[in-house]
């Protein structure tokens, strides 16, 4: 069973930053596209990075020039780095990877 584990969410004013992070112990991690999707409340899944096994990296409009995703393959741990957050940035972001979800961590801005 694949387990990933996020960590990292809570409450953060406008502008601030917060650094979000995803745990395995998949043994291939190291080979594996790997991405962050949020939701808010009543609205559907959306994808906010993705990093490939060889570093290229995509992002969403919303959040590009704002959120730099990253990964440490001997720690087995992707990263999700958020600055200049926006009270539209709030939501539930998961981890995903294999076809798998992680549970999810929440991410409040609010002043």
């Known amino acids: 069973q694949v387990q990933l584990v996020e960590s990292g969410g809570g409450l953060v004013q406008p502008g601030g930053s917060l650094r979000l992070s995803c745990k395995t112990s998949?043994?291939?991690?190291?080979?594996?596209?790997l991405g962050w999707y949020r939701q808010a409340p009543g609205k559907q899944r959306e994808l906010v990075a993705q990093?490939?096994?060889?570093?290229?990296?995509t992002y969403g409009a919303s959040v590009k020039g704002r959120f730099a995703i990253s990964r440490d393959n001997a720690k087995k741990t992707l990263y999700l780095q958020m600055d200049s957050l926006e009270p539209e940035d709030t939501a539930v972001y998961y981890c995903?990877?294999?076809?798998?979800w992680g549970q999810g961590t929440q991410v409040t801005v609010s002043s």
């Open positions: 995903n990877g294999w076809g798998h």
């Open positions: 998949r043994a291939t991690f190291r080979i594996s596209d």
């Open positions: 990093i490939t096994s060889h570093g290229t990296t």
